[in-house]
């Protein structure tokens, strides 16, 4: 196995987590999905040496350099991205929008924040493709094709859900039923008795 | 890890049909592992999951085989694969700007009343 397929294979188990994460109630998430997610990371992060790709691997991707430049990349990706991501929620806990304003928390995610901002600055790749203009054009069109994916991707869920037996309409709540549902929510908002 | 037309894994092809499929076979693999992952009972993601493989085959489409081995046609179709994630890890930091500008929102503003808890004062 080339490390190419060994970075492949940690990006799936990565997509494989996150999507496991979004399944089920908010209160009671996946307990898989951490660990896949830890896996996939150190698959990525700890990739093997480019070993002897002869006969193998084409000769412009599997070289040293290539190895190194890539390996250099993810790791100061998942740098930033892990900081990025912590300062956010660190900026969520200290905000006023869902619990009391806490300023150390506030000052600390900022300097995550700029601190991921600075690490994405120095990565040496983003200067090879500014350097080089032909290199944002395909930039441009890798993300028509993802556009265009998504386009077609959207269409066919559409397709298939309209496509779905639906349940039989319900009728409308009396207005006792209002009061009850009504009288949940006030409960359950206020914590009241 | 850059792609030039020197180094091109298509043969015949060229640069911008490339990086559209590079973007299209990224996706598909990236749908295809959410509906597996997320497959129950309350789903019919057939549809979706045929799309999203043959989104993901889909530079198989214009591969000229003549030339090429098994073991090739898995290599290369493997540095699509990374081609795409280095291109998307790339585009990135256009999330974390938005990411910087939710973060700036939520240091300055205030939480606004609950509109339901004033719809059920009301």
Known sequence: MLWIHQTIIGWALILAAISLNRMGPAFKRSKFSSPILLLGLSIILLIQGPGDNTGSCLEEFCTLETYLEFQNFIISSSIWISLALLGIMLIIYGSEWYSKSNPIALIFAWLLIFYSWWTVINIDFYHEILEQPNYLFNYFFFALGILISLFILIGVVRWTEINTPRDPIIDEMDEREKRIVTEIIRRNIRGDD | ?122
């Open chain 2, 1 to 122: 890890m850059a792609y030039t037309d020197d180094n091109s894994i298509l043969p015949q092809s060229d640069l911008i049909l490339q990086s559209i499929l590079i973007g299209m076979c990224f996706i598909g693999l990236w749908f295809f592992i959410h509906l597996l992952v997320t497959w129950n009972k309350y789903h019919r993601p057939i549809p979706p999951i045929l799309v999203s493989l043959f989104l993901f085959l889909s530079p198989l489409l214009v591969v000229d085989y003549s030339d090429l081995t098994q073991d090739s046609i898995n290599i290369h179709f493997t540095i699509y694969l990374n081609l795409g994630l280095v291109m998307f890890l790339s585009l990135s930091p256009i999330f974390l700007a938005l990411l910087t500008f939710q973060a700036i929102r939520l240091s300055i503003n205030r939480k606004s009343d609950d509109p339901l808890i004033e719809m059920l004062n009301d």
